[in-house]
C-alpha cells in the first residue's frame, strides 16, 4: 500500500488549496478513502471521507461548506478541495485508506494511522 500526497503549502486566510493522494499497491476503486489532519501538538482530526464510488462524502463539522472530498478511481486519485481556508486549518494533511474493501468505517477509526501516506503540510497565514 502506497499513498502519497501532494498539492500541500503556504496560503493567506481565504485562499485555496487542492490536495491530490496519488494510490498504488492495491485496488483503489475497492476502498474507502479519507483525509485526516494533524496540527502541531495535537492529535489527529479526521476531516472527510468518501466510499468506494463516491457518491457517499462525509465532513467533519469544521470544515463542512468550505472542504469537497472527491476521487478518481480511473487515476487511482484522491482529493481534496479546500476553500476558504482559515489559519485553524494549518495542518499535515494526509489520506488514509479503510483496512478492508468494500466496508463502512466511521471517521475516529482512521484516526488509527493505519494506512496513511507521508503528509502534505498546508500552512494558512497571513
Known amino acids: 500500500v502506497q499513498l502519497v500526497e501532494s498539492g500541500g503549502g503556504m496560503v493567506q486566510p481565504g485562499g485555496s488549496l487542492r490536495l491530490s493522494c496519488a494510490a498504488s499497491g492495491f485496488i483503489f476503486s475497492f476502498y474507502d478513502m479519507s483525509w485526516v489532519r494533524q496540527a502541531p501538538g495535537k492529535g489527529p482530526e479526521w476531516v472527510s471521507g468518501?466510499?468506494?464510488?463516491?457518491?457517499?462524502?462525509y465532513y467533519a463539522d469544521s470544515v463542512k461548506g468550505r472542504f469537497t472530498i472527491s476521487r478518481d478511481n480511473a487515476k487511482n486519485t484522491l482529493y481534496l478541495q479546500m476553500n476558504s481556508l482559515k489559519p485553524e486549518d494549518t495542518a499535515l494533511y494526509f489520506c488514509?485508506?479503510?483496512?478492508?474493501?468494500?466496508?463502512?468505517?466511521?471517521?475516529?477509526?482512521?484516526?488509527?494511522?493505519?494506512?496513511w501516506g507521508q503528509g502534505t503540510q498546508v500552512t494558512v497565514s497571513s
Open positions: 488514509a485508506r479503510a483496512p478492508l474493501p468494500r466496508t463502512y468505517y466511521s471517521g475516529s477509526y482512521y484516526l488509527k494511522r493505519e494506512y
Open positions: 468518501i466510499n468506494t464510488g463516491g457518491g457517499s462524502t
